[in-house]
Structures are given as structure tokens and as C-alpha cells.
């Protein structure tokens, strides 16, 4: 594939930054809890609209990728030494937050026996003992294939799964290094068939996938089970990262959700600015609504 030059943003990708102070408190107290947040780690384009109405989403087992994706801002690396009393604070700043609805991700740990499964499952036992009416969605890497990693996370009974594909098929090898297409579907297909869990999974588009793949990457999704699906405008994070190949104007975003739910999908969130864990919480009262 030829990648094109520089594309200039659209406005409807614009997004006006609040007040410092809004950035400061938050960052305040993450910060004296010892804890990253990938809204800050990946330059998330909701960071404003999320630290304003004082959610966030906990960045677990450091923020170094054992990794190298070519569209992540996520810094890679050798990762540092787990952390053991990580699930304690996570829990504990949650709770300052009063957050209504926790999302828990994670670098990608491939120096892990696990990749990190327990120490997700210790995190969200942790945010149960702290309320146990609490939604909590873990936002999983896809911990190499491994079954007994996904054994110890679905012991933990977290309310949804999320596992990105991020991107088409065809794009896998150039985009995500490391990472392999059919192990993802065979990870939410797992979470959903074996061991019942709602599971859910987010793409971005603009790195120069065609209509086609996006609709085979529908049907392979509706095939393992998945639940829900988010859909964003990929952005480049700096020069040195895959460049932009369109921006999809949001009427497209819009054709886009509705063929994914035409496909069998049921639940899809679509949108310029639409990330994995945006309005997570929205995505559960719809379900729970029915609607």
C-alpha cells in the first residue's frame, strides 16, 4: 500500500481544551496515587470532555509497552517490576473519584508469565471490595493466545471484556508488530462462548482500510460473539507514527454504525472521536435500557 502525505484535520476534530486547573486536580490526585491513566499515555482526544466530568481510565502494569504499534503514543520499552500494591491504590482513587463506572487496560506484557492476567484479576477483586455495585470493563491486551491467562481473568468476573482489534486483517502485520488478527477474534470469541462473559471491541479507521475489510471485520466479530464495538477516527500521534490516509466526515461514521448493526452486531458506537472506553458507561445503560 502507498501511504499518503500529510492530511490536514478536519474541523470536527477539534476539540477545545478546558481550564488547566481541570487537568491539574485530576492529575493530582493520579499522581499521588502512584497510577497512569491511557488518556493521558495514548493522548486520548476525550482526555478534556473525561477529566471535566471526573472519570478516567486506569493504565495498569506501568505505562511501558513491551510492544511497538506504529499508531500508539504509549511509550515502548523494557517494562519495570510489577507493582504489588498497584490494585490497592487503583481501588482507593477510584473511590476519591466516586467513579460510577471503572475501565481497566493495560500496556501490553509479553515479560509476564501471564501478561498480566492476575494482576488485572487482583485489580478488579480490589475495586469490589471497595463497592461491589460498581461496573468494572477491563480493556485487555491479548496476552499472547493464552487460554490460562483468560481462565484467571474470567474467574474474576469483570461485567464486560474488551479486546481491540484496532484494525483490519489486512493491516495487522504493517500496523500492530506483534499482534496477530486471528488471535484477537479467538480471544473474544473464548471470553464469549466459553466462559459467557459480554464482550466488546473497538476499530479505528483512516490508516487506509477498504469498505470491504471493515465489513469482513463485522462478520468476524458477529461470528466469535461479540457484543458491542466502538469506531473512531484514527489520528496520528507524531511524525514517526503510520500516517493518516482519510478522515471519515461523521455522516460516514454513521453509515459505518449502521452496517455494523445491520452485520448482527448490537450494540456500536460510532464517531470522530469515539475511543474504546468512551462513554463506556453510556454503552452499559443502553443495554440495560434495551435500546
Known amino acids: 500500500m502507498t501511504l499518503r502525505p500529510h492530511v490536514p484535520k478536519p474541523p470536527w476534530l477539534k476539540v477545545r481544551l478546558p481550564r488547566e486547573e481541570t487537568f491539574r486536580d485530576m492529575r493530582g490526585l493520579l499522581r499521588t496515587g502512584g497510577l497512569s491513566t491511557v488518556c493521558e499515555e495514548a493522548l486520548c482526544p476525550n482526555r478534556a470532555e473525561c477529566?471535566?466530568?471526573?472519570?478516567?481510565?486506569?493504565?495498569?502494569?506501568?505505562?511501558?509497552c513491551s510492544r511497538n504499534c506504529r499508531y500508539c503514543n504509549v511509550k515502548h520499552g523494557t517494562p519495570r517490576p510489577l507493582d504489588d500494591g498497584e490494585p490497592k491504590r487503583v481501588a482507593a482513587v477510584a473511590e476519591k473519584l466516586r467513579l460510577r463506572y471503572v475501565v481497566l487496560t493495560s500496556v501490553t506484557r509479553d515479560d509476564l508469565e501471564d501478561g498480566g492476567a492476575s494482576h488485572f484479576a487482583r485489580c478488579i477483586a480490589a475495586l469490589r471490595r471497595s463497592d461491589s455495585s460498581r461496573p468494572v470493563e477491563v480493556l485487555v491486551p491479548d496476552f499472547r493466545g493464552s487460554r490460562q491467562a483468560l481462565e484467571v481473568l474470567a474467574r474474576a468476573e469483570p461485567d464486560v471484556v474488551n479486546h481491540n482489534l484496532e484494525v483490519v486483517k489486512s493491516l495487522f502485520t504493517a500496523v500492530r508488530p506483534g499482534g496477530d488478527y486471528g488471535r484477537s477474534i479467538g480471544l473474544l470469541e473464548a471470553?464469549?462462548?466459553?466462559?459467557?462473559?459480554?464482550?466488546?471491541?473497538?476499530i479505528m479507521v483512516g490508516l487506509g482500510e477498504r469498505e470491504e475489510e471493515i465489513v469482513e471485520l463485522f462478520d468476524d466479530l458477529v461470528a466469535a460473539g461479540c457484543d458491542r464495538l466502538t469506531i473512531g477516527q484514527y489520528q496520528q500521534p507524531s511524525r514517526e507514527h503510520w500516517p493518516v490516509q482519510k478522515y471519515y466526515h461523521p455522516d460516514e461514521f454513521e453509515g459505518l454504525r449502521a452496517r455494523a448493526l445491520e452485520r448482527g452486531l448490537r450494540y456500536v458506537n460510532a464517531g470522530p472521536l469515539v475511543r474504546s472506553s468512551y462513554r463506556a458507561a453510556m454503552m452499559a445503560d443502553m443495554k440495560e435500557r434495551g435500546t
Open 191 to 202: 471470553m464469549k462462548k466459553q466462559y459467557g462473559q459480554v464482550t466488546k471491541s473497538g
Open 51 to 64: 477529566f471535566q466530568s471526573g472519570t478516567a481510565t486506569f493504565l495498569l502494569l506501568g505505562n511501558i
